[in-house]
């Protein structure tokens, strides 16, 4: 129930009894901000200058009509009061040229979640979140590992990680679901005594909601924020591979795997349209039709795949290549963003430069679906690609229509936008992609989202434990379908995967959504799924992830609704004082996962959440509390509720491998 209560320039505003806002003269709700800003980006990280030159705090209020007024000095700020399911939804009206900072009262030993993907924490409290889509990975932070005795590498903090996917969404342990509708630059601060919201532009509105569990908050934030994530069937059918390197080493891979028999459902070729090398390893050409000399006969491969149950998943972004040759193409026809001086904008990737497709401009947009999209792509018999990058906009570029600050953390969503649109269009529900990059209303496009680019090792802050708080954090902000790739992307002299790396990160995916792998930046110095002695654990875990189809079926029908395939231990209990390891997830309601993330480990401890489970592997029960199981190579530990009505079927998971393995 609402109750807005505004007595004597006192405003209140509760939920359920429970106070969501409070302001006064002492503790203002809003403040205007002037904020003056320099930007410096180096391939897609921007580091801001801020020089705050002016601060009103807004601190009086009174009614007029149906609009509170806020003013200070001669500043004039209103809001319009919604009542909302369970909530309310407060419509804001400021002055251009401001920024605006935003107090809500903190609650004593409150955890906050979410802000999008947030990779080394999921508990928020105490941290700064900034609201500004950039790369995740930085090359000093590569160098350090490639260079440095792994003793003297020092894990990154919170603050120093930036987010292919941030977005002002916060859900807390005390029932708060915080949303701000906004596209600006801004950052979340969440204090000991107050949370902070500020950002570069008046957001049109912030939604405040009250519920009893996570579940509700992030059913009803997928009611405010359509949902459309979805797998095709075929998804659900095995493991995806990440083979390049042409026609015959593709299908010679595939088929081999195949008869071995490993569960195989997909095949992704990111190199489809050419190889570009360079110091930092194998690198796509950014050209997006087939590359005949690398892909010759790539139709009638694709064929002999599909007749054998084999889908072809393909690659592409929004840049092209300079130099190539439809780089000159778009160049030609004005499609790509431009500077000031009319000169194309050159965005610099690792070594080499490419021109950015204006999402903008109709006729380049036009251009992206019908030629790049269903020509080249669709026609051709690809089911799947990664859509890669989105979140590379420069501030200072010069677009067909609007202003690149306004429009720089929604660019992924365009770019996602672009890419549904290409198959709605086509009418083929079962082709899908997958993006790193996103901002809110992604998941109104995007059928799933992928963790962006770990590092191919255990650390926590870029390498595989990072991929579950980031899903944690995406799943409370209303994204609830999210796989990674299978071995890491980054690579760089000593920073490689060896196969015990490789089967420790397959074992977390089987129990997962998807199964997806990455030959990472250099493939020939990293473990790959082929590998002699990794071969048979693919072949064992493929078996598995496509006899628990069923149950991942069942995980994706309920994450439509918002709810996220995978889950913090601390989900059922409601509360993040019940979190015993950041580093384990709920698939789903029944599945319990303790990924191995500790190099030369062959046993686990674990801290089952309450309840009785069974040992997925040896069929030996549990109680909640804290136990150390064993977890040798091919052997995640993973549970199961004793009293699960899909019990039947994890048995005879865990029992097919060996049937499926002889054959």
């Given at each position: 129930?609402?109750?807005?209560?505004?007595?004597?320039?006192?405003?209140?505003?509760?939920?359920?009894?429970?106070?969501?806002?409070?302001?006064?003269?002492?503790?203002?709700?809003?403040?205007?901000?002037?904020?003056?800003?320099?930007?410096?980006?180096?391939?897609?990280?921007?580091?801001?200058?801020?020089?705050?030159?002016?601060?009103?705090?807004?601190?009086?209020?009174?009614?007029?009509?149906?609009?509170?007024?806020?003013?200070?000095?001669?500043?004039?700020?209103?809001?319009?009061?919604?009542?909302?399911?369970?909530?309310?939804?407060?419509?804001?009206?400021?002055?251009?040229?401001?920024?605006?900072?935003?107090?809500?009262?903190?609650?004593?030993?409150?955890?906050?979640?979410?802000?999008?993907?947030?990779?080394?924490?999921?508990?928020?409290?105490?941290?700064?979140?900034?609201?500004?889509?950039?790369?995740?990975?930085?090359?000093?932070?590569?160098?350090?590992?490639?260079?440095?005795?792994?003793?003297?590498?020092?894990?990154?903090k919170h603050a120093a990680i930036g987010s292919y996917a941030p977005m002002p969404?916060?859900?807390?342990?005390?029932?708060?679901?915080?949303?701000?509708?906004?596209?600006?630059?801004?950052?979340?601060?969440?204090?000991?005594?107050?949370?902070?919201?500020?950002?570069?532009?008046?957001?049109?509105?912030?939604?405040?909601?009250?519920?009893?569990?996570?579940?509700?908050?992030?059913?009803?934030?997928?009611?405010?924020?359509?949902?459309?994530?979805?797998?095709?069937?075929?998804?659900?059918?095995?493991?995806?591979?990440?083979?390049?390197?042409?026609?015959?080493?593709?299908?010679?891979?595939?088929?081999?795997?195949?008869?071995?028999?490993?569960?195989?459902?997909?095949?992704?070729?990111?190199?489809?349209?050419?190889?570009?090398?360079?110091?930092?390893?194998?690198?796509?050409?950014?050209?997006?039709?087939?590359?005949?000399?690398?892909?010759?006969?790539?139709?009638?491969?694709?064929?002999?795949?599909?007749?054998?149950?084999?889908?072809?998943?393909?690659?592409?972004?929004?840049?092209?290549?300079?130099?190539?040759?439809?780089?000159?193409?778009?160049?030609?026809?004005?499609?790509?963003?431009?500077?000031?001086?009319?000169?194309?904008?050159?965005?610099?990737?690792?070594?080499?430069?490419?021109?950015?497709?204006?999402?903008?401009?109709?006729?380049?947009?036009?251009?992206?679906?019908?030629?790049?999209?269903?020509?080249?792509?669709?026609?051709?018999?690809?089911?799947?690609?990664?859509?890669?990058?989105?979140?590379?906009?420069?501030?200072?570029?010069?677009?067909?229509?609007?202003?690149?600050?306004?429009?720089?953390?929604?660019?992924?969503?365009?770019?996602?936008?672009?890419n549904r649109e290409a198959i709605d269009e086509y009418g083929d529900s079962e082709r899908m992609f997958f993006m790193r990059s996103g901002y809110i209303g992604i998941?109104?496009?995007?059928?799933?989202?992928?963790?962006?680019?770990?590092?191919?090792?255990?650390?926590?802050?870029?390498?595989?434990?990072?991929?579950?708080?980031?899903?944690?954090?995406?799943?409370?902000?209303?994204?609830?379908?999210?796989?990674?790739?299978?071995?890491?992307?980054?690579?760089?002299?000593?920073?490689?995967?060896?196969?015990?790396?490789?089967?420790?990160?397959?074992?977390?995916?089987?129990?997962?959504?998807?199964?997806?792998?990455?030959?990472?930046?250099?493939?020939?110095?990293?473990?790959?799924?082929?590998?002699?002695?990794?071969?048979?654990?693919?072949?064992?875990?493929?078996?598995?992830?496509?006899?628990?189809?069923?149950?991942?079926?069942?995980?994706?029908?309920?994450?439509?609704?918002?709810?996220?395939?995978?889950?913090?231990?601390?989900?059922?209990?409601?509360?993040?004082?019940?979190?015993?390891?950041?580093?384990?997830?709920?698939?789903?309601?029944?599945?319990?996962?303790?990924?191995?993330?500790?190099?030369?480990?062959?046993?686990?401890?674990?801290?089952?959440?309450?309840?009785?489970?069974?040992?997925?592997?040896?069929?030996?029960?549990?109680?909640?509390?804290?136990?150390?199981?064993?977890?040798?190579?091919?052997?995640?530990?993973?549970?199961?509720?004793?009293?699960?009505?899909?019990?039947?079927?994890?048995?005879?998971?865990?029992?097919?491998?060996?049937?499926?393995?002889?054959?």
């Amino acid at each position: 129930m609402l109750r807005s209560e505004l007595r004597e320039n006192l405003w209140t505003v509760s939920l359920d009894g429970k106070l969501a806002l409070l302001h006064n003269a002492e503790q203002p709700f809003v403040t205007a901000v002037r904020r003056e800003k320099q930007y410096k980006s180096n391939r897609g990280t921007v580091k801001e200058t801020v020089t705050e030159t002016a601060r009103v705090p807004l601190t009086n209020v009174q009614n007029e009509g149906k609009k509170l007024v806020f003013t200070g000095e001669d500043h004039r700020f209103t809001v319009e009061i919604e009542e909302i399911e369970k909530g309310v939804r407060l419509h804001f009206s400021g002055q251009n040229g401001w920024a605006y900072s935003f107090r809500l009262p903190a609650i004593a030993g409150e955890a906050v979640f979410g802000g999008g993907e947030q990779y080394r924490k999921t508990n928020l409290r105490g941290e700064q979140v900034v609201n500004f889509v950039s790369e995740h990975i930085k090359v000093g932070t590569i160098m350090e590992k490639a260079l440095l005795p792994r003793l003297f590498y020092k894990e990154k903090k919170h603050a120093a990680i930036g987010s292919y996917a941030p977005m002002p969404v916060f859900v807390t342990d005390t029932g708060r679901l915080i949303r701000f509708e906004t596209a600006a630059d801004g950052y979340a601060r969440f204090g000991a005594e107050e949370y902070r919201f500020v950002y570069d532009s008046c957001p049109r509105s912030l939604t405040l909601v009250q519920g009893s569990s996570y579940r509700e908050l992030v059913e009803l934030l997928a009611g405010q924020i359509p949902n459309r994530q979805y797998l095709p069937d075929w998804c659900l059918d095995g493991m995806i591979l990440g083979v390049q390197g042409g026609t015959q080493t593709v299908l010679e891979k595939t088929f081999a795997m195949l008869d071995a028999g490993a569960k195989i459902c997909g095949v992704w070729s990111q190199d489809w349209s050419g190889c570009n090398r360079t110091v930092m390893g194998y690198q796509v050409w950014w050209n997006w039709e087939t590359d005949q000399r690398l892909y010759p006969g790539l139709r009638e491969a694709i064929a002999k795949l599909n007749a054998r149950g084999v889908k072809f998943l393909a690659y592409i972004n929004p840049y092209l290549v300079k130099g190539s040759r439809l780089y000159e193409h778009a160049r030609e026809r004005g499609y790509l963003i431009t500077r000031r001086d009319g000169s194309v904008y050159h965005i610099k990737s690792t070594t080499f430069d490419a021109g950015m497709l204006d999402l903008t401009n109709p006729e380049a947009v036009s251009y992206i679906k019908e030629t790049l999209i269903k020509q080249n792509m669709l026609e051709l018999g690809v089911s799947g690609w990664m859509a890669d990058f989105g979140e590379y906009l420069p501030l200072d570029c010069v677009l067909h229509d609007g202003d690149p600050h306004e429009l720089h953390n929604l660019w992924p969503v365009l770019w996602a936008r672009v890419n549904r649109e290409a198959i709605d269009e086509y009418g083929d529900s079962e082709r899908m992609f997958f993006m790193r990059s996103g901002y809110i209303g992604i998941q109104s496009y995007a059928p799933v989202l992928w963790n962006g680019d770990q590092h191919t090792d255990l650390t926590k802050d870029y390498g595989m434990p990072c991929v579950m708080p980031a899903s944690f954090s995406l799943g409370f902000s209303g994204i609830p379908m999210v796989h990674c790739d299978i071995g890491g992307f980054f690579s760089f002299m000593k920073l490689r995967r060896d196969e015990e790396l490789f089967i420790r990160w397959m074992e977390m995916c089987c129990f997962s959504l998807m199964m997806r792998s990455h030959e990472s930046i250099r493939p020939w110095a990293n473990a790959q799924f082929d590998a002699d002695d990794v071969r048979d654990h693919t072949i064992r875990l493929t078996s598995i992830h496509r006899a628990l189809k069923p149950y991942i079926t069942h995980c994706v029908k309920q994450a439509q609704q918002g709810i996220p395939a995978l889950r913090p231990d601390f989900w059922d209990a409601g509360s993040y004082r019940a979190s015993r390891d950041t580093y384990s997830y709920y698939l789903g309601d029944e599945l319990f996962v303790c990924p191995v993330i500790r190099k030369g480990a062959r046993k686990r401890r674990v801290w089952l959440p309450k309840g009785e489970w069974i040992h997925f592997w040896s069929g030996k029960r549990y109680r909640g509390g804290r136990h150390t199981v064993p977890a040798p190579l091919g052997q995640i530990p993973v549970f199961f509720r004793k009293n699960s009505p899909y019990a039947m079927l994890f048995y005879e998971a865990a029992a097919c491998v060996g049937r499926d393995a002889a054959r």
